[in-house]
C-alpha cells in the first residue's frame, strides 16, 4: 500500500487513459459524452475507468438531467502529493546513510 487503503493512486494514473481522464477533470466537470469525445475513447472504457476512479474517491458523480457529471476531488490529488512530498523529504534526509550489511 503505497497512498491509501483505497486502491492506489499511483497505479491508477499510470494507466494513460485514467491520467488523462483527470486532466480533463481538472478543468471542470464533464459527463461521459463529453470525456468520449475529448479522449476518443469507447464509452463502456470511458466509463469502466470512471467507476475505478470513482470507488478511489478521487472523482465524485453527480446527476444532472439524464447525464451524470464527473467532477474531480482535489483533496483525494492533495493527500497523494502530500505522501509523495514527505517520502521525497525522508528519501533527502536520509540519502548519505546505508544500512549495514
Known amino acids: ?3 491509501s487503503d483505497a486502491p492506489d493512486v499511483l497505479r491508477l494514473l499510470a494507466d494513460p487513459l485514467r491520467a488523462q481522464l483527470v486532466g480533463l477533470l481538472a478543468q471542470g466537470p464533464a459527463c461521459t ?12 472504457n470511458v466509463s469502466n475507468h470512471l ?4 470507488e478511489a ?16 476531488v482535489p483533496e483525494a490529488l492533495r493527500a497523494a502529493a502530500t505522501h509523495l512530498a514527505d517520502l521525497a523529504d525522508q528519501a533527502t534526509a536520509n540519502a548519505e546513510s546505508r544500512r549495514e550489511c
Open 1 to 3: 500500500m503505497l497512498i
Open 33 to 44: 459524452c463529453h470525456l468520449v469525445d475529448d479522449t476518443g475513447a469507447k464509452q463502456p
Open 51 to 54: 467507476r475505478l476512479l470513482r
Open 57 to 72: 474517491g478521487l472523482v465524485t458523480a453527480e446527476a444532472y438531467g439524464r447525464f451524470t457529471y464527473y467532477r474531480l
